[in-house]
């Protein structure tokens, strides 16, 4: 933006006036295209929340091919979108939630599960789906912030737009530092995969997508959908999975934040640590057997550090470690 040194941006200070909610948003928008989703991303979900949880969010989707000019679409192609935009939404909110638990699994299948498939329009095929307007988790004493149904869309959007725009509408090399950060910002494994199931998955030359966040729109398109951006995105999800499983050498030390132990009998029990990760501050997930676990339990009692060394897999916000080597 031609932006040098320091810079404000004005907004007003009575959220009760009229448009407060755009201009928020638009300057949380403007943040994201100077610095990327990586670094505010999650400053435009919030920004988007401030519509009146009252409205719904629509996200309508515009099929363009030979086989929609009339209006009607393949079966096989409206089936492959429905299947994987179900999964997408159920993935985003999972995402979003950043927890792998059994509470957050039935949230995130339940946000699916609400939204709802409307009417069609003649044309290019249409297809819109109604999100509900849904408080996802309660903001709690530790500082985790509320997390509602539009947040969730509003980051969704931003995956597919920046799959639209970075991956299949450019060249940039994956292995580019803004656009790793933004990948590992945006989504998982799992909720890429499924992303890139609802632009591939029907098979058609272009779909465009806009997003109805109460008065507000954010469109986004994989504009012409020729085979070599097809391999393309094929190759991303390829190239972010090799990245997003490929810690092969996680070696931390720090605090215990969290000690779960549900089925002592079982052997499995649950621990979360805040640690130093490639300069990031990061929770660690690990899986202890019951000698482990006291150890663990020790340690927090005491106020003490404990080290895992293993392999695991990098998440938005946090690693979880599927082996763990050494724990003390």
């Not at 935009?85 to 957050?104: C, D, I, N, P």
Request: one cysteine or more.
């Amino acid at each position: 933006m031609g932006i040098r040194g320091k810079y404000t941006i004005a907004l007003p200070n009575d959220p009760a006036q009229p448009r407060v909610s755009g201009l928020i948003h638009d300057a949380a928008d403007a943040l994201v295209q100077v610095y990327g989703y990586g670094q505010v991303g999650d400053l435009l979900n919030r920004a988007a929340s401030l519509n009146d949880l009252d409205q719904s969010t629509r996200i309508i989707s515009r099929f363009l091919d030979d086989s929609t000019k009339t209006g009607a679409i393949p079966l096989t192609a409206i089936s492959a979108y429905v299947s994987s935009m179900e999964t997408t939404l159920y993935r985003s909110a999972k995402f979003q939630l950043g927890a792998e638990t059994k509470a957050v699994d039935l949230a995130a299948r339940q946000f699916a599960k609400d939204c709802f498939f409307l009417q069609t329009s003649v044309g290019s095929f249409v297809a819109k789906i109604e999100i509900p307007a849904t408080v996802l988790r309660q903001p709690d004493l530790l500082g985790t912030p509320q997390l509602d149904s539009t947040e969730v869309t509003s980051s969704l959007f931003a995956a597919l737009d920046f799959l639209n725009d970075r991956i299949i509408g450019s060249d940039v090399d994956f292995d580019n530092a803004d656009t790793l950060a933004n990948a590992i910002s945006l989504f998982d494994v799992e909720l890429l995969t499924s992303i890139a199931d609802v632009l591939l998955e029907p098979e058609v030359d272009s779909i465009d997508f806009s997003f109805e966040f109460g008065t507000r729109i954010r469109t986004t398109s994989t504009g012409w959908l020729s085979a070599d951006k097809r391999s393309r995105l094929k190759d991303f999800v390829v190239f972010v999975t090799e990245q997003l499983r490929g810690e092969d050498s996680i070696d931390v030390v720090g605090s215990i934040v969290e000690l779960r132990s549900r089925d002592p009998a079982g052997d499995r029990n649950n621990i979360r640590v805040v640690a130093n990760f490639h300069g990031d501050r990061t929770f660690i997930i690990a899986t202890l057997t019951n000698v482990q676990y006291q150890i663990a339990v020790d340690a927090h009692r005491n106020k003490r550090n404990v080290r895992l060394v293993g392999r695991g897999i990098r998440l938005k916000t946090q690693v979880r470690i599927t082996e763990l080597q050494s724990f003390e």
